[in-house]
């Protein structure tokens, strides 16, 4: 690949609304490399029932949260995957206050799982309930949460992009006749509760930006974006939950570097996704990308974005996470590769915690980071078992460190430094509460 062919291309984009389709500049052999490899490492991250984050529930505690249409002026570009109308769910609360939460549940890879995931709920709206609740994350009216009082608006996820996704037609090279319209979604929102509550017009407006898995890849890939769209008048904050996909340097168990030009997983990943999406890209991101020689769509992936987001973040990530460990990197039912090994899980935690441990140096940005072996399923403000224990790192729970970041504008960072038993200890995940019940 000649990166050098990149750089004129870049700069007209790096300027542009919407940047960044780096996939032109690779030789059509190179496409084909990067996207069979893409799809063999993928694949088994698509269609996993576990990958609904949260499950959508249609009781709960106080007022639900009830489905509304996307302006008329965004109904053409805003479609889930099958082509019917995205909806927000909203809950009314304090004006100048917004919660948004995205929705997660893995991602389109191939025509195969891109098409079923068209006629279920995760690509559908055609069968999306009127009204939903939230218990137990940032959109729970729980009146111990700091986001209780805010206006609610829990974004559904329907575009199988990561909320990522800015394309309007439903043809173009990988995209088998689908919509993927996730970052426009995000867009339709802002436009919405502008229009709606004049959000934004007064200052001291606060936004709070928030998504778990798929959706904590789409907090990070659209927390600026959110900033620069509200304007000076709103301080926003992200709080991305098992949104790091993947540690840097991440490889799969099976193949030590794959394929094309000794790249890594996530440079795979972010050219392949971002080109069937049409990804928006981070704008300040880009601009180190093209410098960097880089193509901008590596700016799709955490470990990569994360150091250019310059709105205030709360980063929440598991040691160990468990679903890109089971079900991507050491997947082996339909690739028959050997099962994750002791040394692979340790490398595998060695990496995020150095990524988690760049990352803190950081200015304005929190960590959240239990030493579990878990995805999502213990990062969310409220465990609803009947008296069940919350997540302690340091001494304090995700909603310790959300309070603290809404409530003083303050970034917690804290990382699990509990030890293994003897002779493990590097090995076992020793945070004392892990299952949570988060969904
Ligand atoms: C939410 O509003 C109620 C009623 O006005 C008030 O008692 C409570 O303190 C508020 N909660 C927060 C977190 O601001
Ligand atoms: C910000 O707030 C001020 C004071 O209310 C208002 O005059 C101004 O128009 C607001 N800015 C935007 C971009 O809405």
Request: charged share 15%; aromatic share 10%.
């Amino acid at each position: 690949m000649n990166l050098l062919l990149l750089l004129p291309l870049c700069f007209g984009l790096a300027s542009s609304a919407s940047p960044t389709n780096p996939y032109p500049s690779f030789t059509a052999s190179e496409l084909d490399q990067i996207e069979s490899t893409a799809v063999t490492l993928l694949k088994s991250w698509s269609t996993h029932p576990s990958f609904t984050s949260p499950a959508i529930t249609t009781e709960g505690y106080g007022v639900p949260m009830t489905k509304t249409p996307v302006p008329e002026s965004f109904s053409d570009s805003t479609m889930c995957l099958d082509g019917s109308p995205f909806y927000f769910y909203i809950r009314p609360g304090d004006p100048t206050k917004v919660a948004l939460f995205l929705q997660g549940g893995g991602l389109c890879i191939e025509r195969f799982d891109c098409e079923h995931r068209a006629t279920t709920n995760q690509g559908s709206s055609n069968e999306w309930e009127e009204e939903i609740y939230d218990e137990r994350n940032v959109l729970s009216q729980d009146p111990r949460s700091p986001l209780s009082n805010y206006t609610h608006v829990f974004m559904r996820y329907c575009s199988g992009d990561t909320w990522t996704g800015t394309n309007t037609v439903a043809s173009g090279p990988g995209r088998y006749d689908l919509y993927f319209s996730g970052h426009n979604q995000v867009a339709a929102a802002l436009s919405h509760l502008q229009a709606t509550l004049d959000f934004g017009s007064t200052p001291d407006s606060q936004f709070f930006l928030s998504g778990a898995s798929a959706g904590g890849i789409g907090t990070n890939n659209n927390c600026d974006f959110v900033a620069s769209t509200l304007g000076p008048n709103v301080s926003v904050k992200c709080s991305p939950q098992a949104g790091l996909f993947f540690p840097e340097d991440t490889v799969a168990l099976w193949q030590s570097r794959i394929g094309v030009n000794g790249m890594t997983t996530n440079q795979i990943a972010s050219i392949y996704l971002s080109r069937m999406f049409s990804s928006h890209h981070d704008t300040s991101c880009v601009v180190h990308a093209v410098k960097n020689l880089d193509p901008p769509s590596y700016c799709w992936e955490g470990s990569y974005l994360t150091p250019h987001i310059s709105t205030p973040i709360l980063v929440a990530q598991n040691f160990w996470d468990q679903l890109q460990i089971d079900n991507i990197l050491c997947f082996q039912d339909n690739l028959k590769h050997a099962s994750c090994t002791k040394d692979f899980l340790v490398d595998f935690k060695t990496h995020t915690l150095e990524q988690l441990t760049d990352l803190s140096g950081k200015q304005r940005l929190g960590l959240f980071a239990p030493s579990c072996y878990m995805h999502t399923g213990n990062l969310c403000l409220f465990n609803t078992e009947d008296d069940g224990e919350n997540t302690v790192v340091a001494g304090k729970t995700y909603l310790d460190a959300v309070k603290s970041f809404v409530e003083d504008d303050e970034l917690m960072v804290v990382v699990d430094d509990c030890v293994g038993e003897e002779g493990d200890e590097d090995y076992v995940p020793c945070s004392k509460v892990c299952e949570m019940h988060c969904g």
